[in-house]
């Protein structure tokens, strides 16, 4: 799965990263959503643009033209997987209520009728349920990463019955992914470029493995 499109090669969560990572053979890719201040879900992965502007303060007409809207980045990718991930995070300018932003993007999946091939994930938890309450039909990963003992994280992930956890790589390891499996949990790792510490996850049976370099990873893994 492509982070945030082919972001090695491309300029990161743009038209061109995305078509690239399909043409690379990528079989999805992850991308950020954040709300512009005509609340459209555009897509950019900091809260600040590299003008300074908070994204969330800035009207979707005025953002710069390498900003795509979810719409846009959605019929781009197709039919690809697509992982959204919701920014949506404490300390950030644009923090707010889980609200706004999950049922923005539970409505445009149901617009899509996009239910087979997305999956929304987040580290707020709150996020994430919010999209649960408001269409319990989307798929959603919780993103996880730190010192937090894994076990605790995959109890909490199937305790909301969410259908994946996404790891950071530096927390995985056989006994997580099968742990995150006994519970009916699919395990998507982030973000691995290099191709031996791939290896060792796809023998571990990680369900997907979010890379920057998805052409590489896969010449390099056939």
Do not use: C
Not at 66 to 75: K, N, R
């Amino acid at each position: 799965m492509a982070h945030r499109g082919a972001s090695a090669d491309f300029p990161e969560n743009t038209i061109a990263a995305f078509v690239g990572a399909r043409a690379q053979g990528a079989d999805g890719v992850e991308l950020d959503v954040r709300l512009s201040a005509d609340d459209v879900l555009v897509i950019h992965h900091d809260a600040h643009l590299p003008d300074g502007r908070v994204v969330r303060e800035v009207q979707s007409a005025d953002l710069p033209d390498s900003v795509t809207t979810l719409a846009q980045a959605m019929e781009a990718i197709s039919p690809l997987w697509t992982n959204i991930e919701l920014k949506n995070l404490k300390g950030e300018p644009d923090y707010e209520s889980a609200d706004d932003l999950s049922m923005a993007v539970a409505g445009l999946i149901a617009a899509f009728d996009a239910y087979d091939h997305v999956l929304v994930s987040s580290f707020d938890m709150d996020a994430i349920l919010r999209i649960r309450t408001t269409d319990p039909a989307i798929g959603l990963g919780w993103l996880v990463w730190g010192q937090a003992d894994p076990a605790q994280l995959v109890a909490r992930a199937e305790g909301h019955e969410l259908q994946a956890i996404h790891p950071h790589d530096l927390l995985v390891d056989q006994a997580f992914v099968r742990r995150a499996h006994e519970a009916g949990l699919a395990v998507n790792v982030w973000t691995v470029d290099d191709a031996e510490r791939a290896k060792a996850l796809i023998d571990m049976g990680v369900d997907s493995i979010i890379t920057n370099r998805p052409g590489e990873l896969r010449s390099e893994l056939t």
